[in-house]
Nanobody, 115 residues
Framework: QVQLVESGGGLVQSGGSLRLSCAASGSMVSIYARGWYRQAPGKQRELVARITSGGITNYADSVKGRFTISRDNAKNTVYLQMNSLEPEDTALYYC?????????WGQGTQVTVSS
């Protein structure tokens, strides 16, 4: 089992920055990718950014050039640096870990961007 705990959400003005953290505990042996998803009210959950165990990253088109995903393997922690935030980035952000047979989710952290 893998447990994921997010932190770092909050309220920020348009143009501001936030950094989200996702600390993992448990057996990480089967995890080959970690990432961040978000879900805004009335919308489907969508991929924001993802990083594989080999270090390959991919991003949603809407956040390319503004968000950066990174990881600290020693701490089993993944980060999402979010710059130039826009009101459209307002959502509940979920940490995700993909294993070979199972996916894991955190409980989410709220990001609210005011205009």
């Amino acid at each position: 089992q893998v447990q994921l705990v997010e932190s770092g959400g909050g309220l920020v003005q348009s143009g501001g920055s936030l950094r989200l953290s996702c600390a993992a505990s448990g057996s990480m042996v089967s995890i080959y990718a970690r990432g961040w998803y978000r879900q805004a009210p009335g919308k489907q959950r969508e991929l924001v950014a993802r990083i594989t165990s080999g270090g390959i990253t991919n991003y949603a088109d809407s956040v390319k050039g503004r968000f950066t995903i990174s990881r600290d393997n020693a701490k089993n922690t993944v980060y999402l640096q979010m710059n130039s935030l826009e009101p459209e980035d307002t959502a509940l952000y979920y940490c995700h870990a993909q294993g070979f047979t199972k996916a894991y989710w955190g409980q989410g952290t709220q990001v609210t961007v005011s205009s």
